[in-house]
Nanobody, 120 residues
Framework: VQLQASGGGLVEPGGSLRLSCEAS????????MAWYRQAPGKERELVAD???????KYTDSVKGRFTISRDFAKNTVSLRMDSLRPEDTAVYYC???????????????WGQGTKVTVSS
């Protein structure tokens, strides 16, 4: 499974960005699609995820500002980020739990990070 993320960049505080990630390769289905982030000197943390039923979950610090969405037909996940703050600065990683056809088990895959910098 390959994950291609895009959409990072530099934005001023209060601004918006949209991250996108497309999954491709040989898999039966994707259970969960998620975004994680890792700020300098900090551990990687879950930002938001969306499961196969469309149920979403957000870390407290982004609730009301970020919106995760998923296109089941295209195997893509997006993260709309509004009201960005300097503390949102991090490398953002796309992540999926996908089922392999060989054993129908779910495995976790990571995309390459995309850097988001919030600064004036």
């Amino acid at each position: 499974v390959q994950l291609q993320a895009s959409g990072g960049g530099l934005v001023e505080p209060g601004g918006s960005l949209r991250l996108s990630c497309e999954a491709s390769g040989n898999f039966l289905m994707i259970d969960v699609m998620a975004w994680y982030r890792q700020a300098p000197g900090k551990e990687r943390e879950l930002v938001a995820d969306i499961d196969s039923g469309g149920e979403v979950k957000y870390t407290d610090s982004v609730k009301g500002r970020f919106t995760i969405s998923r296109d089941f037909a295209k195997n893509t996940v997006s993260l709309r980020m509004d009201s960005l703050r300097p503390e949102d600065t991090a490398v953002y990683y796309c992540n999926v739990d996908a089922r392999r056809p060989e054993d129908m088990q779910s495995y976790r895959y990571w995309g390459q990070g995309t850097k988001v910098t919030v600064s004036s």
